[in-house]
């Protein structure tokens, strides 16, 4: 019989193992926009192939269109893509009575969503769009943001479209993007990770259970192989391939794993998608081999909050797993790679930044509330660190901490999170987000006035009111959060001076707190409270401009 096992194309039908969870979420689910991230080789184009399979018989309110954009970065490029995919589903667009003759001589890709909106709605219809090689609209967005725009107002018509967008973790830097509204993943949140196949599912993969004619052997032969692969399907499918055809013990198969090119790049390409921070800590549980959060933190400057962020990520997508309270890199091919190549990691320059990977959004929205949003930071916390020690800087958020909280807790706030240098709060009212904002500069310069210190507390400090999303452990995030720690961080540069406004020279650096126009409406008439406006504020990622204001005390 020739070998069930197969490298390097896609996997769609009896073929395909795992992933149940999230295909009835897509088929039968509520939502109707998902965004997956995953490295490379992890399954996500066999994910969109076998959905375009499943629709078929187990959907037929849905027509499946897989939609490539790989290599696409105008809007010609895209349509013709999504032309392609159109005529792969010709038989079904057919047998719904949408002719693709007819699809096929639309002018712009606009036109052709139009076309096939009137169409689907009529039908009572609606198109799933399998959106791979996602991260090519980041190329897309940064020589047409308005077509970006117009796309991400597509894909989100649920009238018409459920749509899955699926990528490598370079997609996270669609966000960074700046769109009118709101930036492209916005509605596709909370992103899902494609990591490794559950344990039975592996084992099903590797006895090709859907014909039994895979590999039968012992027990601790399969679990060595999941235990080496952490349960990727590519890395299971090659070592089993390997072994079926040939006379060979386990560990010469993986050596010819290693050998291939494609596990190379993909690895290559993992180590790029990094983030730095992400890297970083990485690198520290390879050098140490196994790491517990207190020994990541010795090494990387940032708070256990941050590194917990981190690596929730990294064991989502796989590079990492826990044993205990440790994390160890998860699978013995990537380690070996590593290895391999320890002379030039340094040197690998990151295609991912540390913003877009703290900007998705990775948990589930469990409420909406409209609060007011307090972001403060620490004024220049990275020259402190390069200056002065590590040392002194954790000492220095510890005592803002210890300022911080109970304040909080005095003045009814609703939430409070730290992350590194930063910390976020929520209140009912703008009224109590200024009072606390107030209080916690008047307990900073008390403390700079007394300690001993020769590094002062400077702080950043952001007002906002707007809806924010609650996720696991009441965490708050969303646009509106994001915008707070904008306006937290703006700099005179960043102005447009307006009639009223201030000229850049007067935009205060530090130790102020600067405010939205949705606080400023709430809290202008308010005792004690005296504001100025500032002026016309470009905000980063952010396309609007926003009227920002600085609260004066009265005397």
């Not at 184009?45 to 018989?57: A, D, G, I, M």
């Not at 590194?307 to 797993?321: R, T």
């Not at 696991?472 to 995030?477: A, G, H, L, N, T």
């Not at 600067?514 to 990622?541: D, N, P, S």
């Amino acid at each position: 019989m020739p070998n069930p096992y197969i490298v390097g194309t896609a996997v769609v039908g009896d073929r395909f193992y795992g992933r149940e969870e999230l295909i009835n979420q897509v088929l039968t689910g509520e939502r109707d926009c998902f965004c997956l991230m995953g490295t490379r080789r992890i399954g996500k184009t066999s994910f969109l192939r076998h959905l375009e399979f499943l629709v078929k018989e187990k959907a037929p309110h849905f027509i499946g269109v897989y939609w490539d954009l790989q290599g696409c970065r105008v809007e010609s490029d895209l349509t013709e893509q999504l032309k392609n995919g159109l005529l792969d589903a010709e038989e079904e667009l057919e047998t719904a009575g949408i002719n693709y003759d007819r699809l096929e001589e639309s002018a712009s890709l606009f036109a052709l969503f139009r076309l096939l909106k009137r169409r689907l709605m009529r039908l009572n219809k609606k198109l799933l769009l399998l959106i791979d090689e996602a991260e090519s609209l980041a190329e897309v967005g940064e020589k047409d943001k308005g077509l970006l725009g117009r796309l991400h107002s597509v894909t989100q018509d649920a009238s018409f479209t459920r749509t899955v967008l699926c990528g490598s973790r370079r997609l996270s830097e669609v966000s960074q993007l700046e769109l009118v509204g709101s930036d492209f993943l916005d509605g596709f949140e909370p992103v899902l990770f494609f990591s490794s196949l559950v344990d039975t599912d592996a084992d099903a993969l590797i006895a090709q259970s859907h014909t039994d004619q895979g590999l039968q052997i012992p027990d601790e032969i399969a679990t060595e192989i999941k235990e080496r692969t952490n349960c990727h399907p590519y890395l299971i499918q090659s070592i089993c391939l390997y072994l079926y055809d040939h006379e060979m013990d386990l560990e010469r198969a993986c050596d010819y794993v290693m050998q291939q090119g494609m596990a190379e790049k993909a690895f290559a390409d993992d180590f790029r998608y990094l983030s730095p921070i992400e890297k970083d800590i990485l690198m520290q549980i390879y050098q140490m081999e196994q790491a517990a959060i207190p020994q990541i933190q010795q090494k990387v400057l940032l708070d256990s909050d941050t590194i917990k962020g981190f690596l929730f990520i990294l064991e989502a997508c796989g590079y990492v797993k826990t044993t205990g309270e440790n994390y160890r890199i998860a699978n013995y091919f990537f380690t070996r790679w590593m290895k391999s190549n320890e002379a030039r990691l340094e040197e690998i320059a990151s295609v991912v930044s540390d913003a877009a990977m703290r900007d998705i959004e990775t948990q589930p929205v469990t409420n909406y509330l409209t609060e007011a949003i307090v972001a403060i930071d620490l004024y220049e916390s990275t020259p402190i660190a390069n200056r002065y020690g590590a040392n002194v800087l954790m000492e220095l958020l510890g005592v803002l901490r210890e300022i911080i909280r109970p304040i909080h807790q005095t003045h009814n706030g609703q939430f409070l999170r730290s992350k590194a240098d930063d910390f976020l709060m929520t209140f009912k009212t703008p009224q109590d987000a200024i009072t606390v904002a107030w209080e916690v500069l008047k307990q900073v310069e008390a403390y700079n006035q007394t300690s001993k210190s020769s590094v002062p507390i400077e702080l950043h400090i952001g007002v906002h009111f707007g809806e924010t999303r609650v996720g696991w452990e009441d965490d708050r995030y969303g646009d509106a959060v994001n915008r707070t720690f904008r306006v937290a961080s703006l700099q005179p540069e960043d102005i447009i001076e307006t009639e009223g406004g201030v000229p850049q020279s007067e935009v205060p650096l530090k130790n102020a707190i600067l405010i939205t126009e949705h606080v400023y409406e709430a809290i202008k008439e308010g005792e004690g409270m005296r504001c100025r406006l500032l002026g016309l504020f470009k905000l980063r990622g952010i396309a609007e401009r926003h009227m920002i204001y600085e609260v004066l005390r009265d005397e």
